[in-house]
């Protein structure tokens, strides 16, 4: 019942901004879903502790700005940091995956956290899109978000069901929205997008279906961005360059 109450609802139109906001109530509110994110990001590496903080476009006057700073304690008292990238933008502006693993450096290196792990959050096609300078720690998509959603209904106390319900209407409906774009990007140049390939060759990386366990110090990003930044140390003693 509660699901079909949100059936005939249509939104306008849907921007990143809008599931930003949808995440930054859900991770500053939920208890349930701070506890998913962490298992989910981590592949069952971490569990989280204490929330500590989240911050929507977190700035850097050098670096510029991360989407979301999802900032946790761990059960070993370690501050990790998520550094989120949300993308649903059609057509598909280059993602900047190496601003983010500089971000998180810096961060280790200014004493803000102990550990970061930089994740992108999009619909699922989006992966596959992406170039070795544009792959992260981790990714999350908007279809597990929905699916998340679903569960919540029974598993969330903090989140009444018609709640829920309208919350993966909305993931829905901004992936209906995503492939309806892409649909009709793929018509307007069809020969373009007829030669490009599903996904990129086996031989090259690319983000898996199921990315593997991740370290929270990331994992070593392609080598043509690696000069962009250091790999995270304990006891940092040089800049990020």
């Known amino acids: 019942m509660a699901q079909n109450m949100w059936e005939n609802l249509v939104f306008d139109v849907l921007i990143e901004r809008d599931i930003n906001i949808l995440l930054l109530e859900e991770m500053r509110l939920s208890a349930a879903f701070q506890a998913w994110l962490v298992d989910k990001l981590s592949n069952g590496q971490k569990r989280l502790s204490k929330l500590l903080n989240v911050t929507h476009l977190a700035a850097n006057v050098e670096l510029g700005t991360v989407d979301i ?13 998520f550094l989120i990238e949300n993308k649903m933008d059609r057509p598909r502006e280059k993602v900047k995956a190496g601003r983010y693993f500089e971000y998180g450096e810096k961060g ?53 069901a018609p709640r829920a319900a309208y919350k993966e209407h909305l993931m829905r409906f901004a992936l209906s929205q995503w492939h309806n774009i892409t649909q009709g990007l793929a018509t307007k140049h069809k020969t373009v997008f007829a030669a490009k390939p599903v996904a990129p060759p086996t031989a090259q990386r690319q983000p898996p279906q199921q990315p593997p366990a991740p370290v929270l110090s990331g994992i070593k990003p392609p080598s043509a961005v690696s000069v962009l930044f250091l790999i ?8 990020v360059v």
């Open 108 to 160: 280790v290196y200014d004493g803000a956290w102990d550990e970061y792990l930089t994740c992108l959050i999009a619909p699922s096609d989006y992966f596959s899109e992406l170039s070795e300078t544009e792959y992260f720690s981790g990714y999350l998509s908007y279809e597990d978000l929905a699916d998340w959603f679903v569960r919540a209904q029974t598993e969330d106390p903090s989140l009444p």
């Open 232 to 239: 995270h140390i304990s006891e940092p003693t040089r800049r």
């Open 69 to 81: 700073l999802f900032l946790f304690e761990d059960e070993q008292a370690k501050r990790c940091a």
